[in-house]
């Protein structure tokens, strides 16, 4: 059974930081390409950040500069490192884990920064 159990979120004031973590179970993590999604109320999911395999990185243009995706494969875990955060961060952030045809995903976790 594939689990995705994230945690870290809670209240920031703005500009300040937090780190999101997400422990993968059941998949063989260093395989799977891992990506942090966001959903704020009224709004779709949106990409953040993600980390291929490989370790490739990508950003949405939204949080460059200001988060800092990595993974540790020895933890099966991987991380989003949010600094300066921004009212705009405000949201339920997701762990996503994807290899070829399999898509999984966390139950996310708040993250709510106050201006």
């Known amino acids: 059974q594939v689990q995705l159990v994230e945690s870290g979120g809670g209240l920031v004031q703005a500009g300040g930081s937090l780190r999101l973590s997400c422990a993968a179970s059941?998949?063989?993590?260093?395989?799977?390409?891992m990506g942090w999604y966001r959903q704020a109320p009224g709004k779709q999911r949106e990409s953040v950040a993600d980390?291929?395999?490989?370790?490739?990185?990508h950003y949405a243009d939204s949080v460059k500069g200001r988060f800092t995706i990595s993974r540790d494969n020895a933890k099966n875990t991987v991380y989003l490192q949010m600094s300066s955060l921004k009212p705009e961060d405000t949201a339920v952030y997701y762990c996503?884990?994807?290899?070829?045809?399999?898509?999984?995903w966390g139950q996310g976790t708040q993250v709510t920064v106050s201006s």
């Open positions: 980390i291929t395999s490989g370790g490739t990185t």
């Open positions: 059941g998949i063989i993590f260093s395989t799977y390409d």
């Open positions: 996503n884990a994807r290899r070829y045809r399999d898509d999984y």
